[in-house]
C-alpha cells in the first residue's frame, strides 16, 4: 500500500467476520462477538465511522486494561412492573443493549410501555442501531447514554472550558408505513418515513469524540466551533482536543445551552441504572481522577407500543404522510431537498453496500497489527483513495 494512500477501500462483507474473529480471539463469546462485529459494520455502512470498525483498537484495549469483560453476559438485575434493570458485567456495551432491548420487547405485550436502565454497560456504540431495530419492529423506541461529573469525558458545560460530560448521544425510532408494504410495514429496503423507521439520532456535543477521531486519523481539520484546545481557545485541529482540549456543547455559542441541557438530563437519566453502585461504569468515559462521588452515568431504553393507543396501523399511515409532506418542503438554495430523518443513513448503506466500505489509512494499519497479533487474516482491499 502506498505511503500516500489516505483510505483503504474494503467490502462489509468481509470486514464483518473479521471484526468477529477478533473479538472471539480476545475471549468473546461467538455469538456476542457476532453482535459486536455487526454493530461496527452497519455503522460503518449508515456512514458513521465515528461508532465503526475504528473502534476496534479502542475495545482490544478495554479488553486489555479489563474494562471490557469479553465473557461477560447480561441479565436482568431487578424489575418492577414496566421496570428493569439489566446488568451488562461489564461485556461490550453492544451486547448489553441488544440484551436490554430484547428483554423490553418481551415484556411490551400488555404493558403498551417499558423501561430498562441499563448498569455496567461500557461503550453503546451507535444507539441508533437500536432504536432502528425497535421501529422495524413496528415499536417506539427511545435511547439515551450518558455520564457527568469533575473530568469525565471530553466535553465541556455550556460556558466551560473544562471536561465534564461525555458526548451523551439521544435517539429516537419511530415506525412508519407505505403503500405497498407486505402487512408489516418494516421492509428492510423502505426509506425512512415511508415502510422504514424515521431515525433521529444525535450528539449532545457539536460533533462526537469518534469524528475528531476520524479527522484526526484522515489528517483533516474538524469544522469551526466545535472544539476548544487546552488554553480553552477555538480550534479546527483535531490533535488539539487529544491535547487537553474539549468537545463543545451542541447549539454553539448561541444555543449551546440546549444541547448542555440535554446532556446532563442524559447522565442524570441514565443514573438510575446505577442507584446504590459506589463505583458505577461510565458507559465508555474513563474514571475520573477524583473517584465517583461526583459523577453520574449510565443509559436508558424506553419502548412504547402505539397499539397501547390506538389502531398501530393508522398511527404508522400518519407518520408516513407527515414524512412524505415534509420531503415536498421546497428546499433551500443550494440544498437539493429537504431529508427526513435517517435518510442519511439510508443513503450511506445503499452506497456501500454496492461500493464498499472506505477506512483512512491509519485504521487500517492499526487493524492489521491486531490482526497479526491474533492470528485473524484482514480483509481485501479491493481500493484505494486519496
Same mark, same amino acid.
Given at each position: 500500500?502506498?505511503?500516500?494512500?489516505?483510505?483503504?477501500?474494503? #467490502?462489509?462483507?468481509?470486514?464483518?467476520?473479521?471484526?468477529?474473529?477478533?473479538?472471539?480471539?480476545?475471549?468473546?463469546?461467538?455469538?456476542?462477538?457476532?453482535?459486536?462485529? #455487526?454493530?461496527?459494520?452497519?455503522?460503518?455502512?449508515?456512514?458513521?465511522?465515528?461508532?465503526?470498525?475504528?473502534?476496534?483498537?479502542?475495545?482490544?484495549?478495554?479488553?486489555?486494561?479489563?474494562?471490557?469483560n469479553p465473557a461477560g453476559s447480561?441479565?436482568?438485575?431487578?424489575?418492577?412492573?414496566?421496570?428493569?434493570?439489566?446488568?451488562?458485567?461489564?461485556?461490550?456495551?453492544?451486547?448489553?443493549a441488544a440484551y436490554a432491548l430484547?428483554?423490553?420487547?418481551?415484556?411490551?405485550?400488555?404493558?403498551?410501555?417499558?423501561?430498562?436502565?441499563?448498569?455496567?454497560?461500557?461503550?453503546?456504540?451507535?444507539?441508533?442501531?437500536?432504536?432502528?431495530?425497535?421501529?422495524?419492529?413496528?415499536?417506539?423506541?427511545?435511547?439515551?447514554?450518558?455520564?457527568?461529573?469533575?473530568?469525565?469525558?471530553?466535553?465541556?458545560?455550556?460556558?466551560?472550558?473544562?471536561?465534564?460530560?461525555?458526548?451523551?448521544?439521544?435517539?429516537?425510532?419511530?415506525?412508519?408505513?407505505?403503500?405497498?408494504?407486505?402487512?408489516?410495514?418494516?421492509?428492510?429496503?423502505?426509506?425512512?418515513?415511508?415502510?422504514?423507521?424515521?431515525?433521529?439520532?444525535?450528539?449532545?456535543?457539536?460533533?462526537?469524540?469518534?469524528?475528531?477521531?476520524?479527522?484526526?486519523?484522515?489528517?483533516?481539520?474538524?469544522?469551526?466551533?466545535?472544539?476548544?484546545?487546552?488554553?480553552?481557545?477555538?480550534?479546527?485541529?483535531?490533535?488539539?482536543?487529544?491535547?487537553?482540549?474539549?468537545?463543545?456543547?451542541?447549539?454553539?455559542?448561541?444555543?449551546?445551552?440546549? $444541547?448542555?441541557?440535554?446532556?446532563?438530563?442524559?447522565?442524570?437519566?441514565?443514573?438510575?441504572?446505577?442507584?446504590?453502585?459506589?463505583?458505577?461504569?461510565?458507559?465508555?468515559?474513563? !474514571?475520573?481522577?477524583?473517584?465517583?462521588?461526583?459523577?453520574?452515568? $449510565?443509559?436508558?431504553?424506553?419502548?412504547?407500543?402505539?397499539?397501547?393507543?390506538?389502531?398501530?396501523?393508522?398511527?404508522?399511515?400518519?407518520?408516513?404522510?407527515?414524512?412524505?409532506?415534509?420531503?415536498?418542503?421546497?428546499?433551500?438554495?443550494?440544498?437539493?431537498?429537504?431529508?427526513?430523518?435517517?435518510?442519511?443513513?439510508?443513503?450511506?448503506?445503499?452506497?456501500?453496500?454496492?461500493?464498499?466500505?472506505?477506512? !483512512? #489509512?491509519?485504521?487500517?494499519?492499526?487493524?492489521?497489527?491486531?490482526?497479526?497479533?491474533?492470528?485473524?487474516?484482514?480483509?481485501?482491499?479491493?481500493?484505494?483513495?486519496?
Amino acid at each position: 500500500m502506498p505511503e500516500t494512500t489516505q483510505y483503504v477501500i474494503t #467490502r462489509p462483507e468481509e470486514l464483518e467476520p473479521f471484526a468477529r474473529g477478533i473479538f472471539v480471539a480476545l475471549g468473546t463469546p461467538h455469538a456476542n462477538a457476532a453482535e459486536v462485529a #455487526r454493530h461496527l459494520v452497519h455503522s460503518n455502512l449508515a456512514g458513521h465511522d465515528s461508532h465503526g470498525v475504528m473502534r476496534i483498537p479502542q475495545y482490544v484495549e478495554m479488553i486489555r486494561q479489563k474494562v471490557v469483560n469479553p465473557a461477560g453476559s447480561p441479565h436482568v438485575h431487578a424489575e418492577m412492573g414496566a421496570t428493569v434493570v439489566v446488568d451488562g458485567e461489564c461485556t461490550f456495551g453492544q451486547v448489553t443493549a441488544a440484551y436490554a432491548l430484547e428483554v423490553a420487547t418481551t415484556r411490551l405485550k400488555g404493558l403498551g410501555a417499558v423501561v430498562v436502565a441499563m448498569r455496567n454497560a461500557n461503550h453503546l456504540g451507535r444507539i441508533g442501531d437500536y432504536v432502528d431495530t425497535a421501529g422495524r419492529n413496528g415499536h417506539v423506541a427511545i435511547v439515551t447514554v450518558g455520564a457527568a461529573g469533575p473530568g469525565v469525558g471530553g466535553a465541556s458545560p455550556f460556558g466551560g472550558a473544562g471536561a465534564f460530560l461525555s458526548t451523551n448521544p439521544w435517539a429516537i425510532g419511530i415506525p412508519s408505513s407505505a403503500s405497498d408494504h407486505d402487512g408489516t410495514g418494516h421492509d428492510q429496503n423502505h426509506r425512512p418515513g415511508d415502510g422504514g423507521p424515521v431515525l433521529v439520532d444525535f450528539a449532545t456535543t457539536v460533533i462526537p469524540e469518534g469524528k475528531v477521531r476520524v479527522a484526526r486519523d484522515s489528517s483533516k481539520p474538524v469544522p469551526e466551533g466545535c472544539i476548544l484546545d487546552a488554553n480553552g481557545l477555538p480550534t479546527t485541529r483535531a490533535q488539539d482536543f487529544y491535547d487537553g482540549g474539549v468537545l463543545l456543547p451542541l447549539g454553539g455559542a448561541t444555543a449551546g445551552h440546549k $444541547g448542555y441541557g440535554l446532556a446532563f438530563a442524559s447522565a442524570l437519566l441514565g443514573a438510575l441504572g446505577s442507584i446504590g453502585q459506589s463505583e458505577p461504569n461510565l458507559v465508555g468515559a474513563l !474514571p475520573p481522577a477524583g473517584g465517583f462521588d461526583e459523577c453520574a452515568a $449510565g443509559a436508558l431504553l424506553i419502548l412504547i407500543d402505539p397499539g397501547a393507543f390506538g389502531d398501530p396501523e393508522a398511527y404508522r399511515q400518519n407518520v408516513t404522510r407527515v414524512s412524505r409532506a415534509a420531503r415536498r418542503v421546497r428546499p433551500a438554495p443550494g440544498t437539493d431537498a429537504v431529508l427526513i430523518p435517517g435518510d442519511p443513513e439510508a443513503r450511506a448503506a445503499s452506497s456501500r453496500n454496492a461500493n464498499g466500505i472506505s477506512l !483512512p #489509512r491509519t485504521t487500517w494499519l492499526a487493524l492489521a497489527e491486531i490482526a497479526s497479533a491474533t492470528g485473524v487474516p484482514m480483509p481485501s482491499a479491493v481500493g484505494e483513495a486519496h
